[in-house]
């Protein structure tokens, strides 16, 4: 098993960055994909981004290409979702999430370990 807390969300304007970490502990943390959700309200859970065990691979949804960056560092057992040039359509719980079969293509359902999320909120 591995528990995940998350950190880093707040309230930012559009155009803005925010960085939000995601910290693993537990079992070993290179054999795990790890992916980032998000939950608006009244919205179904979407993943936005994933990497693989390997940290060679990585997906990001249409809606975040280009603007977030997922990424790891080992020594840390950490990882990060990196989001620049927010839109107030970002606004959501984020979740960190993480799983050895979760898979590039994030489903809810794929992945085990969750954290407790982390509110994000971009202001127009």
């Known amino acids: 098993q591995v528990q995940l807390v998350e950190s880093g969300g707040g309230s930012v304007q559009a155009g803005g960055s925010l960085r939000l970490s995601c910290a693993a502990s537990?079992?070993?943390?290179?054999?795990?994909?790890f992916a980032w959700f998000r939950q608006a309200p009244g919205k179904e859970r979407e993943g936005v981004a994933a990497?693989?065990?390997?940290?060679?691979?990585?997906y990001y949804a249409d809606s975040v290409k280009g603007r977030f960056t997922i990424s790891r560092d080992n020594a840390k057992n950490t990882v990060y979702l990196q989001m620049n040039s927010l839109k107030p359509e970002d606004t959501a719980m984020y979740y960190c999430?993480?799983?050895?079969?979760?898979?590039?293509?994030?489903?809810?359902?794929?992945?085990?370990?969750w954290g407790q999320g982390t509110q994000v909120t971009v202001s127009s």
């Open positions: 999430a993480a799983d050895k079969f979760g898979g590039l293509l994030p489903r809810p359902a794929r992945y085990n370990y």
């Open positions: 537990g079992d070993t943390y290179s054999r795990y994909y």
């Open positions: 990497l693989s065990s390997s940290g060679a691979s990585t």
